[in-house]
């Protein structure tokens, strides 16, 4: 069966610092993946999607930036971060219409 | 833009009652499909409905995709404790050849035993 990890759970890092949150899927091959971001208590929105190694598709300007250096790896990152960058950060796998959603990345930017 | 708009945001009920979550948009969709939340956690998915007209059932949960696939809504029969949590309705376009999801803004619901 396939699993999708996160991690850290939780980030507490000042303005100004990198970041660097990770995502893998395990039990599938090249699946679609997807990167959200979410206000408390509300929808998802969308950040980045990648159907393949090294490809990458924004959807939002922003502070932030995505890479998939293997199949099954998606990595959100950024150089300094900002105080609008906290938030709840989920990571998600596709094969065909339904998205499977990882357990998500508390991120508090002090 | 795309927008899908949930209604209620916020429904707080008592354990026993019924109640319903709307989902519109002025697009039509491909899919449309249903999350439940949980605080803390990813969302995890409830159904997926294609084709306009179609319902289905899961236990005490009924959801129906318009027939036009605007919308849709998700019928909770007898809610109880362990209903509440965040719902959320996202509408599937074809982008390229990747599937894309643009989310409604979520209801979240409440059942108080």
């Known amino acids: 069966s396939q699993t999708i990890h996160q991690w850290p759970a939780t980030l507490v890092q000042p303005v100004g610092s990198p970041l660097s949150l990770e995502c893998t899927v395990e039990?599938?091959?090249?699946?679609?993946l997807y990167w959200y971001r979410q206000a408390a208590g509300r929808g998802l929105q969308l950040l980045f999607y990648?159907?393949?190694?090294?490809?990458i598709s924004s959807e939002v300007p922003q502070n932030l930036s995505a890479s998939r250096p293997q199949d099954r790896q998606f990595i959100l990152s950024s150089k300094k971060l900002l105080l609008s960058d906290s938030g709840f950060y989920l990571c998600?796998?596709?094969?065909?219409?339904?998205?499977?959603f990882g357990p998500g990345t508390r991120l508090t930017v002090t | 833009t795309q927008l899908l708009e949930q209604s209620p945001q916020f429904l707080s009920i008592q354990e026993g009652e019924n109640l319903t979550v709307y989902c519109n948009s002025s697009?039509?969709?491909?899919?449309l499909q249903w999350y439940r939340q949980e605080p803390g956690e990813g969302p995890v998915l409830l159904v997926t409905?294609?084709?306009?007209?179609e319902v289905k059932k899961l236990k005490r949960l009924t959801f129906q995709f318009g027939d036009a696939r605007k919308d849709s809504s998700l019928h909770i029969t007898a809610a109880q404790p362990g209903d509440t949590g965040l719902y959320l309705c996202?509408?599937?376009?074809?982008?390229?050849?990747?599937?894309?999801?643009?989310f409604g803004s979520g209801t979240r619901l409440l059942v108080r035993p």
């Open positions: 990648s159907v393949g190694i090294g490809q």
């Open positions: 039990g599938t091959s090249n699946p679609n």
């Open positions: 409905v294609v084709t306009g007209g």
């Open positions: 998600a796998w596709s094969s065909s219409k339904e998205q499977y």
């Open positions: 697009s039509v969709f491909s899919s």
């Open positions: 996202a509408g599937e376009r074809h982008v390229d050849s990747s599937y894309k999801l643009i």
